[in-house]
């Protein structure tokens, strides 16, 4: 089947600071990757969410959630791999702007998955663009407060506070 996507030079607007090699290979490997990135999701949503809604596009071979580097939890991103170019391209055709627990997700393509990749990059380890939020996004407030009320409890977390 012919690609969905005509014009390939307008794949992605991202540029991964972090690709490991010039424009053209960067391209390239947008052209064939399996990958695609998930962006704007709720901090809330898991694996099991992501792999209903993308499994419509075609077989998933893999889910990677992104990870706050520091609390190791669900930061607002994941990557799904599948194993045909003709799935990933209607998952970035069909699924951009579903609404995944309340949210219009951002489906891209990726360059593909490289450990590492799934941690956010933000200085407080989150994603970058959480840094540079100006307007409210009640996820991201929801987290703060069971955090401060985590801290004020004794900030110890569950399993000291069970004991
Ligand atoms: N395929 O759109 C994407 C995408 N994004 C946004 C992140 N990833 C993506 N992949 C695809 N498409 O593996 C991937 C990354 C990484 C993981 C987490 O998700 O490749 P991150 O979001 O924490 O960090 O990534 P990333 O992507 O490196 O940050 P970003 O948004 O490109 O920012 C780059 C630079 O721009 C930063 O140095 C920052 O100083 C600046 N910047 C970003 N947002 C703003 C802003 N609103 N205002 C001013 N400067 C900004």
Same mark, same amino acid.
């Given at each position: 089947?012919?690609?969905?996507?005509?014009?390939?030079?307008?794949?992605?607007?991202?540029?991964?600071?972090?690709?490991?090699?010039?424009?053209?290979?960067?391209?390239?490997?947008?052209?064939?990757?399996?990958?695609?990135?998930?962006?704007?999701? =709720?901090?809330?949503? @898991? %694996?099991?969410? &992501?792999?209903?809604?993308?499994?419509?596009?075609?077989?998933?071979?893999? #889910?990677?959630?992104?990870?706050?580097?520091?609390?190791?939890?669900?930061?607002?991103?994941?990557?799904?791999?599948?194993? =045909?170019?003709?799935? @990933? %391209?209607?998952? &970035?055709?069909?699924?951009?702007?579903?609404?995944?627990?309340?949210?219009? #997700?951002?489906?891209?393509?990726?360059?593909?998955?490289?450990?590492?990749?799934?941690?956010?990059?933000?200085?407080?380890?989150?994603?970058?663009?959480? %840094?540079?939020?100006?307007?409210?996004?009640?996820?991201?407030?929801?987290?703060?407060?069971?955090?401060?009320?985590?801290?004020?409890?004794?900030?110890?977390?569950?399993?000291?506070?069970?004991?």
């Amino acid at each position: 089947m012919a690609s969905l996507f005509k014009d390939l030079t307008k794949l992605s607007a991202y540029r991964d600071r972090r690709f490991p090699g010039n424009q053209e290979e960067f391209e390239q490997a947008l052209q064939t990757s399996t990958t695609v990135y998930i962006g704007n999701m =709720s901090f809330y949503s @898991t %694996e099991e969410q &992501v792999y209903e809604l993308f499994s419509r596009a075609g077989e998933i071979k893999k #889910i990677i959630m992104g990870l706050d580097k520091n609390s190791k939890t669900p930061c607002g991103f994941c990557f799904v791999l599948y194993y =045909s170019r003709e799935d @990933t %391209e209607d998952a &970035v055709k069909f699924m951009s702007g579903t609404i995944l627990d309340d949210r219009p #997700i951002r489906v891209d393509f990726d360059w593909g998955f490289q450990e590492g990749r799934q941690w956010g990059r933000g200085r407080s380890g989150g994603q970058v663009r959480d %840094e540079y939020r100006t307007d409210y996004d009640p996820d991201i407030l929801l987290a703060l407060s069971v955090c401060v009320r985590s801290w004020i409890k004794g900030g110890y977390g569950k399993l000291v506070q069970q004991e």
